[in-house]
């Protein structure tokens, strides 16, 4: 398989080949076919390589069942009052754990 970002000859022909196509197809604007240098060689990249997008990719998150993804506890740790007893909530936990350590224990086991 060629690499479909290395320039060739062979790979500058078919960019302005299918320039030219694109360009006449669009009933030949002022622009010329250079005007469509940058869409062909998008077009001939994916005709050289159709499979590219189809490479699956491992998700950077856990994702549950349902494949929606899992946020770590510890995300919310940022999230709590400012300070202060304002009221009865702010003397409540607000994530279930107090440290990443505690949470990656309570998880493990």
């Known amino acids: ?3 479909p970002l290395e320039d060739s000859p062979q790979r500058a022909a078919r960019i ?19 005007g469509y240098r940058e869409a062909a060689t ?16 491992q998700s950077p998150v856990r994702l ?3 494949g ?10 940022n999230l709590g009052n400012s300070g202060g007893d304002m ?9 279930p754990f107090a440290t990443r350590k505690e949470e990656s224990e309570d998880l493990e086991g």
């Open 68 to 77: 929606q993804p899992i946020e770590e506890a510890w995300l919310e740790e």
């Open 87 to 95: 009221n009865e909530l702010d003397n409540k936990r607000e994530v």
């Open 42 to 57: 998008d077009l001939v990249g994916m005709e050289s390589n159709p499979d590219a997008g189809q490479k699956p990719v």
């Open 16 to 34: 302005l080949a299918k320039a030219r196509e694109l360009w006449a197809a669009d009933s030949k604007p002022a622009c010329g076919p250079e």
């Open 1 to 3: 398989m060629d690499n």
């Open 64 to 66: 549950a069942a349902n």
